[in-house]
Nanobody, 116 residues
Framework: EVSMVESGGGFVQPGASLRLSCEASGFSFSSYAMSWLRKVPGKGLEWVSGISNSGNVTNYADSVKGRFTISRDNAKNTVYLEMNNLKPEDTATYYC?????????WGQGTQVTVSS
């Protein structure tokens, strides 16, 4: 019943922007903090950004601070990641997750490729 559906990934050139979306269903979305994480093959999972359940608190990894913006629309059960000035090192599979201790839900991932 729980579903986390990501979209918005793609292949772009350095300096471009993308907006990732993660639409959730099957649970009380507004009760969960949301995060974005990314994975590069051969490397560990990297936390990218997080947002509190109400949206009033946000945090970012140093590598994306100033370029990425996380937001959420609880009326639409959706969390977003606006990515600006994309760099080749941002290439990864991006996952959203929902956290309400002790429960964690994961999306299926969406691919972002940044290359000239």
């Amino acid at each position: 019943e729980v579903s986390m559906v990501e979209s918005g990934g793609g292949f772009v050139q350095p300096g471009a922007s993308l907006r990732l979306s993660c639409e959730a269903s099957g649970f009380s979305f507004s009760s969960y903090a949301m995060s974005w994480l990314r994975k590069v093959p051969g490397k560990g999972l990297e936390w990218v950004s997080g947002i509190s359940n109400s949206g009033n608190v946000t945090n970012y990894a140093d590598s994306v601070k100033g370029r990425f913006t996380i937001s959420r629309d609880n009326a639409k059960n959706t969390v977003y990641l606006e990515m600006n000035n994309l760099k080749p090192e941002d290439t990864a599979t991006y996952y959203c997750n929902a956290v309400k201790v002790p429960t964690i839900y994961w999306g299926q991932g969406t691919q972002v490729t940044v290359s000239s």
